[in-house]
């Protein structure tokens, strides 16, 4: 008896150090996991966001509102998220490698046939008993064509399609963040203008009342300027709309969910511009925008998937095996007599799914082509967006340049206007007019400045924050 139970012990260990050097084995396979992980750390480190250029504007406010949304932005929390999503993918796909190992125990009733399987009828009668079934089967298949280490190699490749799409959430925010930050400033300055306006009208309203009490002007003239009068307030009314709606906006993106601490705006005039000459572009800048980049990896995402689609429609080799245990509940319970084993090799193939393998091949091979045709769609678009972006921050160079001018000019014509008034030269309206005119050109400036600043951001948009 003890002879039968050593060699079911030495059955066992042999059973288990056969499935530790099959799980051993596999592992060696995928011998660039560390360096994989050491890769994605490396590129987690790796500054997603050009700050040397945003510095240029030569404003703090708009550094620390860029930092905070990419904390507390909803579409940045998002694709962390989906980066998470990537490595856990990674990490099952490497598991894949380990056998499928089934454990069990089941209590049953247990009666045989009066003929057997062969159709011979037995001598004994009918019998029942009851049995203690433990099974341990095992399963696993040989990764002879290399399946398990695409499927892993596609995952590693969606990983980083997960972190470029992430570095395009990012350029996308920071570039939306900055371009509602200009807007808000413009604003803030055109409604101190626009109430400018709104006072010399009130004020020529009444010095016009006045007249027309002494029959000095006509009755046409107070409603001329009355209704100068409603336009400006309405002018100043959609103005401080708008800006509320850009500042709700704002906050938005850059507070998220969060509690929103209210931003202490610049004053647009110290915003500094830094593009005055002609600008010379690389055409490495554009190959390295992240969805250029995300449409490359798309490509090789899509190949791989081919390659699995033809690897699907080659055998299985596994490696599979079971023990059992089988006893009468207190007859021989444990006793070695009662363990079988099988254990082998074998080669599979499902016949009738080899058609659907053929149309999920060629599916893949039309996806391989529409990557292909996004991949030449992303370089035409951008270099589409850079000559765009270009064109429009040039002129918008020269039409600020131009409305400097234009501004400098008109303040030098107030001052002469001043002059006149002090010598009674001219009337209080004339220099009214003098100075709605002045400040009808500063807040062109403004708007003009804004354009620049952001045509600005869009060449850098368009380029992929490589500037």
């Known amino acids: 008896m003890k002879i039968y139970i050593s060699k079911s012990k030495r059955l066992i260990i042999s059973f288990f150090l056969i499935f530790i050097l099959a799980a051993s084995g596999a592992y060696c396979k995928d011998r660039d996991t560390k360096v994989y992980k050491s890769r994605a750390a490396a590129c987690k480190n790796t500054e997603r966001v050009n700050w040397k250029w945003w510095k240029k504007f030569e404003d703090p406010l708009l550094l620390n509102a860029l930092e905070q949304s990419l904390k507390n932005n909803f579409d940045v929390l998002i694709a962390d998220l989906k980066t998470q999503e990537a490595e856990n993918y990674i990490s099952s796909s490497r598991r894949s490698y380990l056998p499928s190992v089934q454990m069990g125990a089941s209590y ?9 399987s062969f159709g011979r009828v037995r001598f004994y009668g009918k019998s029942q008993e009851k049995l203690i079934y433990m099974p341990l089967e095992f399963s696993y298949e040989l990764d002879f064509w290399g399946k398990k280490e695409d499927e892993i190699s596609y995952f590693k490749s969606n990983k980083d399609f997960t972190e470029l799409e992430k570095n395009f959430i990012i350029l996308i925010t920071v570039s939306d963040v900055s371009m509602l930050y200009f807007n808000i400033l413009k604003n803030e300055k055109l409604i101190a203008l626009y109430e400018q306006i709104q006072d010399l009208k009130e004020k020529k309203l009444g010095i016009n009342l006045e007249k027309y009490e002494y029959r000095l002007v006509s009755k046409s003239k107070i409603i001329e300027i009355k209704k100068e009068l409603n336009v400006a307030e309405e002018e100043l009314t959609t103005i401080k709309a708008q800006n509320e709606e850009l500042k709700n906006q704002f906050y938005l993106l850059v507070s998220g969910d969060k509690e929103k601490i209210p931003v202490k705006f610049q004053n647009i005039e110290d915003i500094r511009i830094f593009y005055n000459k002609e600008l010379e572009i690389n ?12 449409a490359e990896n798309q490509i090789k995402m899509a190949k791989l998937d081919v390659k699995m689609a033809k690897k699907a429609l ?21 006793h070695s007599e009662s363990l079988t084993y099988r254990i082998g090799y074998g080669i599979f193939y499902d016949l009738l799914k080899k058609g659907n ?30 000559n765009n972006s270009l064109i429009h921050l040039k002129s918008s160079v020269i039409n600020y340049n ?10 030098e014509n107030l001052e002469i206007e001043r002059e006149k008034l002090d010598l009674n030269l001219i009337a ?11 400040i ?24 992929g924050g490589n500037v």
């Open 428 to 438: 209080r309206e004339d220099f009214m007019d003098s100075q709605e005119k002045f």
């Open 357 to 386: 393998n053929l149309s999920g091949l060629k599916a893949k091979k039309s996806i391989y082509k529409q990557t292909l045709k996004a991949y030449e769609k992303a370089i035409v678009s951008s270099i589409t967006d850079v």
């Open 108 to 116: 049953m009733d247990a009666a045989s046939a009066r003929i057997d």
């Open 314 to 334: 080659l055998p299985n080799f596994l490696y599979k095996g079971d023990i059992s245990h089988v006893s009468r509940l207190f007859n021989n319970l444990f």
């Open 402 to 411: 131009q409305a400097k001018g234009t501004s400098l000019l008109d303040q």
């Open 283 to 294: 055409t490495s800048h554009i190959a390295n925008r992240p969805d250029v980049l995300m």
């Open 440 to 463: 009808r050109s500063k807040i062109l400036e403004y708007e003009s400045k804004t354009q620049c600043l952001i045509h600005s951001i869009s060449l850098y948009k368009a380029l």
